[in-house]
């Protein structure tokens, strides 16, 4: 295997000495200088290590050279597509080609009347040198190459009317959303403040372009370069606003929510407006009074209702309506008045997507906030000459909102007493589980010194009869056995059976189950169940601890010997089975408050069907839909093998589990043609 290796990395760099070398001596063939970069351009892409190597024989700045000196178009257009495909690839050429004096030659193809080919090629070359390195966001502005392509940002377009049918304009547009792409780099990836003051001064002209041409070909790319221009710079924020930025998305959002009723793509366009929108008033939540002019609150609740849009869109909708209601009285009353507390709640409870979850609960501690501070007045309106007309309306308005402000009070009540029950519970529960764990140690040295006595054949019967009323108070003492071997007869008839403890133990076995899955109880039954268990310890002495038969000569052929600590345990168990089955305790799980809870809860684990004997019911098959396997490919594409990380980051159906992702997975796999239409449409993605 290595030697394979070595085999094709020697050929790898035989080829790229014969191409450099044809490269060197073909200057009067253009054509055949193309074919050999193409091909540099297609040996680096398949190795990672091709490009270091090209870079050492000195093979990069040959490349640079001849893009700057060589006369043909199509040579220089090759030569910086190989620049830029190296340097993608490979950190250290980027590090190598990021100089001054290349930007100042990117800036010449840009400026002169080159082809559109040459200028796209060039945008390329400034994308890659500037993506992830501030050295390069830092010579894209000293070189002036910024205020270049601010210039392409302006004239790349030239009417609203985008005809991409047409040749020239496809390419026209091709060649701007490079531009729109290298701009967002430029001020982001990592955050650079000095090129986002200079690119705010694109919003005016970015602003007219979001009113005359709302398409998805243009929305996209300019709210990308907004949102990014913006992002957490406030005096960039407080630029776009005083220009009416916020007000153009308001009335584009507006828009596209009234057509999402038509077509799909309209509400996922809506929601990359709504990401913009949030950008901005993300660190100013004053700034949400802009969007109460246009009834914003009540487009994004509209949109929440949409079925077309994955939880991640729905997300970033919730968080939207945080920042809008965190200090906007007017946005909070749209909220209100939309029934949009239900909403959130409904969507807090059945969701689970943490992040969604996250906002849903940001938006509901706002709510808290605006239940405890503002009163249930409405401002003083100046009244003109219908004044009694005027005077009905408010009154209206303020029954209105003291029914809501009434609901939602009612509906927080409820929230902190399930979170108060639930916190009691868990230090019941805790209890409880240092109780048992207490009471199997005592239980266990108990039988320890029993089987110890039965077994000494010197002992005399005083020491024996004390033995076992000390054991009978260690039990007592602690009150652990159960109401379920109350009686004497049920305890004997194992103990007279030819093997008693495998009897038990079968027992023990078949409710493990059911054990596990009830780990807690309420305070109520466990001093039920104290008074019982003390009440057993004395009828059952005679039966469980008595006293034991003298030792028979054969008595190791009749019975198979039995290691104490596991007849203990096995009695423990099937105290516990039975205890825990009491009606008392499973009334513990059922309390419920409209399915509202305010803690974000993860998929909770289906108590399976059990038959009479203890043993699992098979479960109901369900098949794989269209839709699930959508997923399962996604989630192998962005996650890998992770079945279990797969399995919460989708909305499976109810009773998947890992491993059954895991089979679909492998079984698609070995039948490629059933997954092949679906692994072209997430391609095509």
């Given amino acids: 295997m290595e030697s394979e290796d070595t085999k094709k990395i020697q ?67 090759a030569a910086l597509y190989t620049l830029g495909t190296v340097a993608e690839q490979d950190v250290y050429c980027q590090q190598t080609l990021c100089t001054s004096e290349l930007f100042e030659d990117l800036i010449l193809f840009l400026c002169n009347d080159s082809s559109t080919n040459l200028k796209r090629m060039s945008v390329y070359v400034i994308l890659v040198l500037v993506s992830n390195n501030r050295i390069g966001q830092t010579l894209v502005r000293e ?46 990836n990592p955050q650079n403040d000095e090129n986002q003051m200079l690119c705010c001064s694109l919003f005016p002209h970015a602003n007219d372009w979001l009113i005359n ?19 957490n710079n406030t ?21 596209l929510e009234s057509d999402s009723l038509k077509t799909l793509s309209n509400a996922k366009l809506a ?12 660190d100013n939540p004053t700034f949400g009074e802009v969007l109460s002019k246009y009834h914003i609150v009540s487009k994004l609740l509209a949109l929440l209702l949409h079925e077309s849009l994955d939880s991640e869109e729905k997300c970033s909708i919730i968080l939207t309506l945080g920042h809008c209601t965190e200090a906007c009285e007017e946005n909070q009353y749209d909220l209100f008045k939309n029934n949009g507390l239900p909403l959130l709640i409904q969507a807090l409870t059945e969701s689970q997507n943490d992040e969604l ?28 000459e219908n004044e009694a007309e005027q005077l009905k309306n408010i009154n209206m308005k303020e029954k209105t909102i003291e029914e809501h402000w009434k609901k939602a009070k009612e509906i927080l009540h409820r929230i902190e007493r399930l979170e ?45 009869e004390k033995s076992q009323s000390g054991k009978v108070q260690s039990c007592k003492s602690h009150g652990f056995m159960s109401k379920a071997c109350a009686t ?84 423990i168990n099937k105290e516990v089975i039975n205890f825990l089955s009491a009606d008392s305790y499973s009334k513990m799980f059922k309390y419920r408050c409209s399915e509202i809870l305010l803690t974000p809860r993860r998929r909770q684990l289906s108590n399976e069907p059990t038959t009479s004997g203890g043993i699992k019911k098979r479960r109901i098959r369900k098949n794989f839909t269209e839709e699930e396997i959508n997923y399962l490919f996604s989630g192998v594409k962005k996650m890998g093998n992770h079945w279990n990380l797969i399995l919460w980051s989708f909305p499976f159906q109810q009773g998947r589990k890992s491993v059954d992702l895991a089979h679909k997975y492998h079984k698609l796999s070995k039948h490629p043609k059933c997954a092949a239409p679906l692994l072209e449409e997430d391609l095509s993605v």
């Fill in 488 to 571: 004497n007869d049920q305890m004997k008839t194992p103990l007279k059976s030819a093997n008693p403890v495998s009897a038990c133990y079968r027992e023990s076995l078949q409710n493990e189950t059911l054990c596990k899955t009830n780990s807690s109880c309420n305070l109520h039954s466990h001093e039920e169940t104290t008074f019982g268990e003390k009440r057993f310890v004395s009828q059952s002495s005679n039966c469980v601890f008595k006293y034991p038969n003298p030792i028979v000569k054969n008595r190791r052929q009749q019975l198979p010997i039995t290691d104490p600590f596991t007849l203990c345990s096995d009695i």
């Fill in 11 to 77: 050929e790898m760099k035989t080829d790229l000495n014969l191409l450099l070398e044809c490269l060197k001596y073909q200057m009067d063939s253009p054509l055949s200088q193309k074919e050999a970069l193409v091909t540099i351009h297609s040996i680096c892409q398949q190795n990672s290590d091709a490009g270091v190597y090209f870079r050492e024989i000195g093979g990069l700045m040959f490349v640079q050279n001849l893009a700057k000196s060589s006369e043909h178009s199509m040579v220089k257009e």
């Fill in 143 to 188: 070189t002036g190459c910024i205020k270049v392509l601010s210039q392409l940002f302006r004239i790349g377009l030239s009417k609203y009317e985008l005809n991409l049918s047409d040749k020239n304009v496809f390419q026209n547009y091709q060649l701007w959303s490079s531009v729109c792409s290298t701009l967002c780099v430029c001020v982001n």
């Fill in 420 to 464: 108060a029950e639930g916190n009691e519970e868990k230090i019941q529960r805790e209890k409880f589980k240092d109780d048992v764990s207490s009471m199997n140690i005592n239980i266990q040295n108990t039988l320890k010194h029993l089987y110890a006595d039965s077994t000494g054949e010197g002992s005399k019967a005083e020491d024996e």
């Fill in 235 to 255: 005096y960039v924020q407080k630029y776009f606003i005083s220009v009416g930025g916020l007000d153009v998305l308001s009335q584009v959002l507006v828009q």
């Fill in 357 to 384: 979850n996250k906002a849903a609960a940001f938006v509901l501690y706002n709510c808290k906030k605006i239940t405890e501070k503002l009163s249930l007045s409405i401002r003083e309106n100046a009244f003109d």
């Fill in 213 to 231: 041409c709302i398409k998805p070909e243009i929305i996209r790319p300019i709210c990308s370069f907004i949102g990014l221009t913006l992002a």
């Fill in 271 to 282: 929601v990359v407006v709504i990401k913009t929108v949030d950008a901005c008033i993300a």
